[in-house]
């Protein structure tokens, strides 16, 4: 089976860096992407991890450890709009593309 | 705006009866997935196609379920006899396969939320 286990919530203040962590046990593992979903909107990709380290795009970064089985989403100079859900998923066989996801993290902004 | 769409946005209906929902991808993207998310949980794999062969079923798409991708265009998911637990938010995400590369980026769409009286 998979799993994915991350925090159900985190709260940071406007202008922070937040870390949002994620640790994997699937069958398969062929790279870890975040995506992020605002409620009531559609999820949108983040970023893609396939190989051992840190990938940043901006304002975000996402970082990955295979022999952990771990990664992180770290998101810095924190905005209003970014409170979000925020879900890594696993593509767990190569050749396919179809994402497991975990159950997601709610970030919160706070002023 | 992903440049996914999906038609009804909202769908409210009695358990048994069946429903249709439709998705049109981003025109060049190769390949379909549909998802199925409910409250406060991650979306969950149901199936995709590349092109309109559908290559893969998750177990959690019962005999009631079935789509179709007919040309390799827009795709539409049924629902047969349906049941409150089938009550959710029905995703569908479109990319575009390269031969060579590892991964494609998937585009969702707003979502169709059903559910079931």
């Known amino acids: 089976g998979q799993s994915l286990e991350q925090p159900s919530e985190v709260t940071a203040v406007e202008g922070a860096i937040v870390q949002i962590n994620c640790t994997y046990q699937t069958s398969g593992f062929y790279g870890l992407s975040w995506y992020q979903q605002h409620d009531g909107g559609a999820p949108t990709f983040l970023s893609y991890?396939?190989?051992?380290g840190l990938e940043e795009t901006g304002r975000f970064s996402s970082f990955l450890s295979r022999s952990d089985s771990y990664g992180y989403l770290l998101l810095q100079e924190l905005q209003m709009k970014d409170s979000a859900s925020y879900f890594c998923a696993v593509r767990a066989r190569p050749g396919a593309n179809n994402l497991f996801f975990g159950t997601g993290t709610r970030l919160t902004v706070i002023p | 705006d992903t440049g996914v769409s999906q038609d009804p946005r909202h769908k409210i209906t009695k358990r048994g009866q069946n429903v249709t929902f439709r998705c049109d991808p981003i025109?060049?993207?190769?390949?379909l997935y549909w998802y199925r998310q409910t409250l406060g949980q991650g979306p969950e794999f149901l199936t995709y196609?590349?092109?309109?062969?559908?290559?893969?079923k998750s177990r959690l798409l019962s005999d009631r379920f079935s789509a179709e991708r007919p040309k390799g265009s827009f795709s539409t998911l049924e629902i047969q006899r349906t049941e409150q637990g089938d009550s959710a938010m029905y995703l569908c995400?479109?990319?575009?396969?390269?031969?060579?590369?590892?991964?494609?980026?998937?585009?969702f769409g707003p979502g169709t939320r059903l559910t079931v009286l």
């Open positions: 196609f590349q092109n309109e062969a559908q290559l893969e």
């Open positions: 025109s060049e993207h190769n390949r």
């Open positions: 995400a479109s990319s575009l396969s390269l031969a060579g590369s590892s991964y494609n980026e998937q585009f």
């Open positions: 991890n396939a190989l051992d």
